[in-house]
C-alpha cells in the first residue's frame, strides 16, 4: 500500500520541494495551504486543500480526510510559517501574535490532529519544520526565533513519549534557504526596514542561500534515518556544534552579526 503524507505550507518554498520529492518517491501527497494550493497540487501532481493551519478546525479536518480517505497517515510535514523581522524595539504585539499563531500554534494544531491517529494506527511520523534560529541566537526576528525554539521543545519532548507507540518525530532546522518566505516577510503586518531586506539580511548573515530542493534530500534523508533533529546545510551544523560548545561566544557572534546588519 502507498504511503500517505500531508505537507501543510506545501504550495511554495521548503514545503513544495518536500511535497515534489515525496510525489517522486510514489507518495500519497496532500499540499495544505492559505494560498496556492490547488495550482501547487497540478503542477506536482497531487492532491491540494487551502488550510490555514491556524484554525485548529481547519487542520483536524484536514488531518482525519486524508487519514480517512487513505486508510492511513504515514507522514505529517507541519511545515507551514511565516517570516517577522525587525528590531525588538519596533516589533508591535501584532507581529508577536500573529507569529505565534501560525508559526506555534500550526505545529500545535498539526500535532494535536495527527498523534492520537498515528498512536491508533500504530505507526506514522511527525516533522515539524523548526529553523536554526530555534537552536542558535537569532536576532532581529524575535517572535520568529521564539518560535522556532518552540517547536524545537516540542518536537523533542514528544519524540520521547511516542517512540513507546511506534510514533517517530523529528524536527527539521535548516539555516537561511532560497524560499519566497524571504521575499514576503511581515506579511500582513506592519512592515519594518529588516523586513523589506530580509534576503539581502539573510545572505549577509549566512553569506549564500542554500537551495530549496537540496534541503528537501537532507530532509527526506532524515526522516528516513529517524533522526530527532535534521540541521542543514553543513554551516548550519557547524553553527550550531558552536553554540553547544560555547553559548556565551554564541551570543557574542550574534551580537557582532546584528551591528554589522545594522550598519
Known amino acids: ?20 520529492e515525496l510525489v517522486r518517491r510514489g507518495v500519497h501527497v496532500t ?23 491556524s484554525d485548529a478546525e481547519a487542520v483536524r479536518e484536514l488531518v482525519t480526510g486524508v487519514a480517512a480517505g487513505h486508510g492511513r497517515l504515514d507522514f505529517l510535514f507541519n511545515n507551514a510559517g511565516i517570516a517577522v523581522g525587525g528590531r525588538a524595539e519596533e516589533l508591535t504585539l501584532a507581529h508577536w501574535n500573529r507569529t505565534i499563531d ?25 516533522v515539524n519544520t523548526a529553523s536554526l534560529a530555534g537552536l542558535a541566537p537569532a536576532p532581529l526576528m524575535l517572535p ?25 518525530v523529528s524536527v527539521v532546522c535548516p539555516g537561511f534557504t532560497d524560499t519566497p518566505l524571504l521575499d514576503n516577510a511581515n506579511p500582513g503586518l506592519p512592515q519594518t526596514e529588516i523586513g523589506l531586506r530580509a534576503r539581502t539580511t539573510a545572505v549577509r548573515a549566512q553569506g549564500r542561500l542554500y537551495p530549496v530542493e537540496s534541503l528537501a534530500r537532507d530532509v527526506l534523508r532524515g526522516v528516513a534515518a529517524n533522526r530527532a533533529l535534521i540541521v542543514a546545510p553543513a554551516s548550519s551544523r557547524a553553527a550550531w556544534r558552536a553554540v553547544r560548545l560555547s553559548p556565551a561566544l554564541a551570543v557574542r557572534a550574534a551580537g557582532a552579526v546584528f551591528r554589522r546588519i545594522r550598519e
Do not use: W
Open 31 to 53: 499540499i495544505a495551504d492559505v494560498r496556492g494550493a490547488a495550482d501547487a497540487a497540478e503542477e506536482l501532481g497531487c492532491a491540494g486543500v487551502v488550510c490555514d493551519v
Open 1 to 20: 500500500m502507498r504511503k500517505t503524507a500531508v505537507v501543510t505550507g506545501g504550495a511554495s518554498g521548503i514545503g513544495r520541494a518536500v511535497a515534489a
Open 144 to 168: 520568529y526565533t521564539t518560535t522556532k525554539h518552540a517547536v524545537v521543545g516540542l518536537s523533542l519532548a514528544l519524540r520521547a513519549e511516542a517512540a513507546a507507540h511506534g510514533v517517530r
Open 102 to 126: 501560525v508559526n506555534l500554534r500550526g505545529v500545535v494544531h498539526g500535532v494535536h490532529a495527527a498523534y492520537p491517529l498515528m498512536i491508533e494506527q500504530g505507526f506514522g511520523h511527525i
